[in-house]
């Protein structure tokens, strides 16, 4: 079988290497060749993010904006009214999304009144023909049976980096617990969104680590998000360098390569960029962003649609339409 059309779950770290550090044109050219050969050509698929819940978070994840033990300014904002978040998720469709995906700052989740609430938003989105994904924190596996009766079609649980590297970043939650929450997910037959984060200074080893975990899952995650750093004041990450374009391209071309079959979703990181440094991306295998009217992602800035219908006119890319909507005949 042609090396392009086969998927594997059995990539070594040297392997991995080799890939990443390729010369740039090299590797570029090899994952636009895989995406051609495995993706619709010049689709881009259009997802929307809406924070439900906002701030407040007992974790510690050192990047985030959201733990409540860093002093980051933001507005702490609890559970969004049912209603609210369905008008939101109607908008999201007229402008032309095809996902949406529902972001609570939660440890986890508890069997409570708010999962109450979260399960009727994904039965009013699920019913409005769009992809419908949530983003919790850790699930039990009874939660995500009960998700999965509601219509979810998607659960968001970054790996957010190495297994390696973890500890320094995260202190109240181990990788192990984030790849028992992936596991759940996938036994209750939800699709899986699993990706991560770079320029928390991790090394490239941890970089080729955390695509590693990924590309050996027993399937690949549908949706691999690659989110560079938002540097957000009061963090103890907020001091970070920038991360430079080149590492993005390298990250997403390599996800491209390994995981062939999958949405790479570049994720935070877009306001950094130029319309020229996004189209790299998007040559080096790219197919997904978020976008929407309301020019965030949680609680930084993004790109509006405005800007984004723009760049995909300028690059001749259209919005895709999910399997989803073609089996529902809806547009
Ligand atoms: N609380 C849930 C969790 O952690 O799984 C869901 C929301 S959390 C904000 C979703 C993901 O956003 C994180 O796993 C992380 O990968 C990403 N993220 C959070 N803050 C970020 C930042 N400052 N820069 C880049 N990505 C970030
Ligand atoms: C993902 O991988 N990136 C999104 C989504 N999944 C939930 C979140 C990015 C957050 C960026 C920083 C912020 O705005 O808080
Ligand atoms: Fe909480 Fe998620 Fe932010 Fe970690 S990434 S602090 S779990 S909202």
Known sequence: MKENFTIRHDWSKEELLGIYQQPLLELVYHAAQVHRDWQPKNEIQISTLLSIKTGGCPEDCSYCGQAARYHTGINVQSLLPTEEVIKHAQKAKET???????AAAWREVRDNRDFDRVIDMVKGVNALGLEVC????MLTEGQAIRLQEAGLYAYNHNLDTSEEFYEEIISTRTFDQRVDTI?????????????G?????????????????????????????????????????????????WDMVRMIATARIIMPSSMIRLSAGRMEMSESEQ???????????????????LVTDNPGWDEDVQLL????LK?????????????
């Open 279 to 297: 189209a790299w991306c998007f040559m080096a295998g790219a197919n997904s962003i978020f976008s929407g009217d309301r020019k965030t992602l």
């Open 96 to 102: 032309g999304s095809t996902r949406f995906c529902m």
């Open 183 to 195: 596991n759940q997910v996938r036994k209750a037959g939800i699709t899986v969104c699993s990706g």
């Open 319 to 331: 919005p895709m339409t999910t399997k989803k909507m073609q089996a529902c005949n809806i547009s």
């Open 197 to 245: 984060i770079i320029g928390l200074g991790e090394r490239l080893e941890d970089r080729i680590s955390m695509l590693r975990t990924l590309a050996n899952m027993e399937v690949h995650p549908e949706s691999v998000p690659i989110n560079a750093l938002a540097r957000v004041p009061g963090t103890p990450m907020e001091t970070m360098p920038k991360v430079d374009v």
């Open 134 to 137: 949530c983003t919790l924190g």
């Open 313 to 316: 006119n300028t690059l001749g």
